[in-house]
């Protein structure tokens, strides 16, 4: 990061800290793009105001790395909810929530007694709105991977290219072409209570790592704004329009992620053993078990 942009995210974290709320009412605490809340009401003041000024510090350069607003112009403030993990599943999930006729954007935070995981991910969604999953999750990924929890899914400790590299030098990897804008392609879909569920735990990994890494080799190869015109003409309606952003169409971008990726892979014999036992022994914990054995990690910020 460049001294100019140091000083510009010290910036931003400095006005937050200014702004965000210090009263909690009603068991909520508004910041500058935030309404926080507590699901099961446990959280004192000072707890939940810590809180929420940490996801809107997070928020604060989400905003900075894709040099977008929060969109109060056109939504109310970004609603989060932190609530206990759920069967010991630590993560974060966007949707809108309907309150009569109002419809607000929305981040349930699950688990926040340790670094939060997705944060930096679903906040991005909630900011970069996308229909497309992949396109939706490329970004998230990315974000998570540059500003949030390393110890997140999916990376779990290790680098996203590293997880990619295993399924594509196995063979095992997913065509991205064959990533959806639906759920049912990355082994997602409704559950009996309406919400979305995980129905093939290996399939989600192998999709969320995937969009993560091709979108790190698109960053790197074509840069950050490029991401950004690709986002915005899906969010437009159109296709996706890979050869009009990149002058290349799908396929020959992935041949040559396919080829970076695993060359890094095999850079990394130690990574690359260790995962491969996790995922020989049981792919739908291979995560978990990675997130246990990698050095703890905190967020990037």
Known sequence: MTPVRKISMLASVACIWLTAATTA???????????????????????????????ERTLAAVLDYWSVDAGLDRFDRI???????????????????????????????LGFEEPRQMLAHKLSSAVLLQRDKLIRNMLGI????????????????????????????????????????????????????GRIVVHDRKRQHMAYAEAGSFAAFLERRYGREKLKALHQAASGGAARLWREVFGADLPELEVAWRLATIEHFKARPEQAAALTTLVAADPTTACTVARQLAPRANPRR
């Open 25 to 55: 009412i009603g068991g909520t605490v508004e910041t500058r793009h935030l309404l926080a809340s507590d699901a099961k009401g446990g959280l004192s003041d000072g707890q939940l105001t810590a809180l929420a000024t940490d996801a």
């Open 79 to 109: 609603r989060v909810i932190f609530d206990s993990p759920r069967q010991g599943d630590y993560t974060s999930v966007f949707f809108w929530r309907s309150e009569g006729r109002r419809r607000y954007r929305t981040v349930l935070v």
């Open 142 to 193: 990315l974000t998570e991977i540059k500003l949030g929890n390393p110890a997140t899914f999916p990376m779990c400790g290790f680098d996203v290219d590293d997880w990619a590299g295993l399924f594509l030098a196995d063979n095992t990897a997913i065509p991205l072409a064959d990533l959806g804008p639906d759920d049912q392609s990355w082994g997602m879909g409704e559950g009996r209570d």
